[in-house]
Every structure is written in C-alpha cells, then in structure tokens.
C-alpha cells in the first residue's frame, strides 16, 4: 500500500480523524460513528483479546453494524500498551488479524514487526510503524531520524507520539512534521500538546486521533470535539 488510503478514506484529500475503542467495542463504535470518526483504532490489547476468534467475532458485530476501516493496534507495555502475554503471541494474533482490517500498527521497537510489514503488505493492507516517547520530546534531528526509521522499515504511515515539555517542543514537532515528504502521523501528548491534534493537520499529519469514551493516550480529545476544533482551524 502506499499511506493514501485507510479504506476509502483519502488521506491526500483531508486528515482522518481516528476514534480509539478502548472498551465494549461494538457500542464504542457505532458512537464513534455518530460522533464522526472516519478511522476506528481497535485497541485489541486495551479489549482483553487473547485470540484470532475473539478479535474476528468483534470485527465480525463491528462490520454489521458500522461501514467504517479498521485500524488493528495490540500496543505493547513498553509502548503504552497492556498486552498482557509474550510478544511471539502478540506477532501471531496480530498476523491473524491483519487480513480482517484495514491498517495495522506496529512499534518501531518491535523485534519481530517485519513479519507484521510483510504481511500485510502481502494483504494490501496499509502498515502504521509507530513510536512513543512518554517521558520527553527528542531535538528535531531525532525526530526526522525516527521517523524516516519508520519509512525505511516499511511504514506506509509513519506514526510519532511524543511528551512535550514546553510550547517550543511542540513547534519543533510541527516542524518536523511539515518538513516529512511521506505520510506521517504526529502528536505531542499531555496537556502542553493537546492541541496539536487539532493543528497538526495543518502541517501535514494524515492522521489524528480522538477518544469516544474516555481518552486512551494523554490529552487525547473526544472525536466530535476534535472535529469541530479542526473545522474552525483547517
């Protein structure tokens, strides 16, 4: 794939606004779908799925009652996640997954994610190679460094987070962000960047992401928010 399209959502026409399902998936989903997300994020790893049968029968209920692309994230600990069993277990199930949805995600970090890459490259599935840093904001070289570590190990989007301790942190960011030539997808958590969901649109993030129910990442906004900030914005 090539990061264009999530779906038949067109990423070079506007920003997809991502809803995370952390919890009772199918409800979750149909109000994210009232609330206008275009993207759902399922949060297998935040949803307690331990298997391939648990995450096709959710997707399955999803699929029938809600005609919106998938995201499939089972996040690890290390990055923020609470998948709670070994990573060979993780790289299976998420290899089972992957012919189900639309996209997937995948740390940077992981040991294992070129077998996640190629599948779903195999799949015509696009991949989300993503990156946290929960504790700081690294200086704009590591940043662009990060990021094109994403591209190069086969992200189709590539996907920063990142915790900023002053506006400049943010800016610099945004920078990075605008200065990308290939898809990314870049956020500055915590209160400090919560805006930076609603404007880094502005610099060429091609994705964003909302909560439904209740914020799965720090400073995360509620989809129907998040959607009226960027209308006033974009």
């Given at each position: 794939m090539n990061g264009k399209f999530i779906g038949e959502i067109n990423l070079l026409n506007k920003t997809g606004v991502v809803a995370s399902i952390s919890d009772d998936p199918v409800n979750s989903s149909i109000a994210a779908n009232?609330?206008?997300?275009?993207?759902?994020?399922?949060?297998?790893?935040?949803?307690?799925?331990?298997?391939?049968?648990?995450?096709?029968?959710?997707?399955?209920?999803?699929?029938?009652?809600?005609?919106?692309?998938f995201i499939a994230t089972l996040r690890s600990g290390q990055e923020g996640g609470d998948w709670q069993g070994t990573e060979k277990d993780r790289i299976k199930l998420l290899l089972d997954i992957i012919p189900s949805v639309d996209a997937v995600d995948i740390?940077?970090?992981?040991?294992?994610?070129?077998?996640?890459i190629k599948s779903a490259a195999n799949t015509d599935v696009n991949v989300i190679v993503s990156s946290h840093c929960f504790t700081s904001t690294p200086s704009v070289k590591e940043m662009k460094s990060i990021l094109d570590n994403c591209h190069n190990s086969?992200?189709?989007?590539?996907?920063?987070?990142?915790?900023?301790?002053?506006?400049?942190?943010?800016?610099?960011?945004?920078?990075?962000?605008?200065?990308?030539?290939?898809?990314?997808?870049?956020?500055?958590?915590?209160?400090?960047?919560?805006?930076?969901?609603?404007?880094?649109?502005?610099?060429?993030?091609?994705?964003?992401?909302?909560?439904v129910t209740g914020a799965v990442a720090p400073g995360q906004l509620r989809v129907d928010k998040l959607k009226e900030f960027m209308e006033l914005v974009l």
């Open positions: 009232q609330l206008g997300a275009d993207i759902l994020e399922l949060r297998f790893d935040l949803l307690g799925i331990q298997t391939p049968e648990d995450a096709w029968n959710i997707i399955e209920k999803i699929r029938n009652k809600v005609n919106l692309p740390e940077l970090s992981a040991p294992e994610k070129n077998w996640i086969g992200a189709d989007i590539a996907k920063l987070a990142v915790m900023p301790k002053s506006s400049q942190d943010v800016l610099n960011l945004l920078q990075v962000t605008s200065d990308s030539t290939k898809p990314v997808s870049t956020i500055a958590m915590g209160e400090i960047g919560k805006h930076s969901r609603i404007i880094s649109p502005c610099y060429g993030s091609v994705l964003t992401y909302g909560s």
